[in-house]
């Protein structure tokens, strides 16, 4: 699986938009990005996944660009429960094993 | 329906006793995941299964690790002779088939938290 690199912690305030950046400069053309979210005590839980371009669901959007070196999170009016730490992974239909980096800390404050 | 469970959420045991960690998947999921969660770190693949076979145990730490799985419902891992570096939280996954990230969705449980002492 490609290798991704993104911030380790973020703060933001209750009502912003955050947005994660995450960088896999060594993507393969069959590989999808996926983002989990984990809280304290609980295992991680998948949010969005994307190929190109943008996609969007009820939770948040994710925005590829055409080259496909990085993506970013947009989590939308964020709330004191989005704080949690958000996962970037790289894989494609081979991948199974999901390989996770130390992720992103996100810290929303009232 | 139910998500994955995981038994016990905790467990303390001391230096050289073996543990047994269960996971119940979600029904009618074929794959399953071991994965182990160090603190403050990211997850380590241990092993997976499809069905009742495991074809990649790549990711088991040592001989002291093993794991089976029940046709396609629980799972066990079992650690033997647990040393003090095993301590981690433990965490299961089970998804519709193995077709890979881009196609089949992991859905975790809530992992048991192993101390040993």
């Known amino acids: 699986l490609a290798k991704t690199t993104q911030p380790i912690s973020m703060d933001s305030y209750e009502g912003q938009e955050v947005n994660i950046t995450c960088s896999h400069n060594?993507?393969?053309?069959?590989?999808?990005i996926t983002w989990y979210q984990q809280f304290p005590s609980q295992g991680p839980r998948f949010i969005i996944q994307g190929y190109k371009t943008k996609v969007t669901n009820e939770v948040a959007s994710l925005f590829i660009p055409a080259d496909r070196k990085s993506s970013t999170l947009s989590l939308p009016r964020v709330s004191l429960s989005d704080t949690a730490v958000y996962y970037c992974?790289?894989?494609?239909?081979?991948?199974?094993?999901?390989?996770f980096g130390s992720g992103t800390r996100l810290l929303v404050r009232p | 329906g139910a998500g994955v469970s995981q038994s016990p959420s905790n467990k303390v045991t001391e230096k050289g006793k073996d543990v047994e960690l269960r996971c119940d998947p979600i029904?009618?999921?074929?794959?399953l995941y071991w994965y182990r969660q160090r603190l403050g770190q990211g997850l380590e693949f241990l092993i997976y299964f499809q069905g009742n076979s495991a074809p990649d145990k790549s990711g088991l730490p040592s001989d002291r690790f093993s794991a089976e799985r029940t046709g396609e419902s629980v799972s066990t891992l079992t650690i033997q002779r647990t040393q003090q570096e095993d301590s981690a939280v433990y965490l299961c996954a089970s998804s519709l088939t193995s077709g890979g990230v881009s196609t089949d969705t992991q859905y975790f449980g809530p992992g048991t938290r192993l101390t040993v002492l």
């Open positions: 060594n993507i393969a053309t069959n590989d999808y």
């Open positions: 029904s009618g999921h074929t794959a």
């Open positions: 992974l790289v894989g494609g239909d081979s991948s199974y094993k999901l390989i």
